[in-house]
């Protein structure tokens, strides 16, 4: 009996053991695919998805970069484990011309073409994320005369830009307010690196997080590339019995509104 019970209450706490080690490892999944889609991957990453599968974790890349700007994750993390990444508020991409971490790729997770034009490597094909504005907390949106985030940048007058604006508020200053184009920017992180702020009010995150998607049912129709893809397309118009009526008729149609 007594054996029995024994083997009861360790066979319990075998189970509980499990179930604990269970959450906590599906806990920690859940974290790294959560941190996943915010991390920021070398230049020529694959789309995260891709790159988590492709990428061996060999850290050649990592080994590659002069800056030491690449990091491997490790356990504590909470990150894909082995995989690379960069913070910019620590050290950022110093966009390196030869784009040394990316040949020496061995998977394919880095893509050589995808930063290379007219078959040379081109740092600035690179779209490792985009910079982001905080314009509550930038101070050059309260009117302090601040370009740090713009002279740092390495695409100047390109991927940042000053729009000036006049400061209403004092009525003889104006605003030199930092604007992101998200056609020329890197991603290198350079601006967040020398933001002035406590907290970088200039941030960079991963693409597919800072932009918005449109949508293929939207055309500019002042862009002849753009309109060409609804030149073989159809259009349906539904008739309702109000669509049948003068728009100034349906407009005063009272009918129901003086009911009792």
Known sequence: MISDRRKFILGSARVVGLMALGGLIWSAYIDE????KLLL???????EDDFLKTC????MCVEACPYDTLVLATPGDNKPLGTPF???REIPCYMCPDIPCV???????LDIKSVSKNDQLDIDMARMGLAVVDAKNCIAF???QCDACYRACPLLDKAIYLEYTKNERTGKHAFLKPIVDSDYCTGCGLCERACVTKKAAIFVLPREVALGEVGDHYVKGWEK????????????????QISK?????????MKGLLDD
């Open 142 to 144: 309260w009117g302090i």
């Open 33 to 36: 695919a959560t941190a996943s």
């Open 86 to 88: 960069f913070e910019p």
């Open 103 to 109: 040949p020496v790729c061995p998977s394919g997770a």
């Open 56 to 59: 061996i974790k060999c850290g």
């Open 225 to 240: 590339a753009d309109e060409s893809r609804v030149e073989s397309s159809t259009s349906q118009t539904t008739t309702t």
């Open 41 to 47: 991957r070398p230049p020529g990453a694959l789309s």
């Open 245 to 253: 009526e003068r728009a100034i008729d349906s407009l005063n149609d």
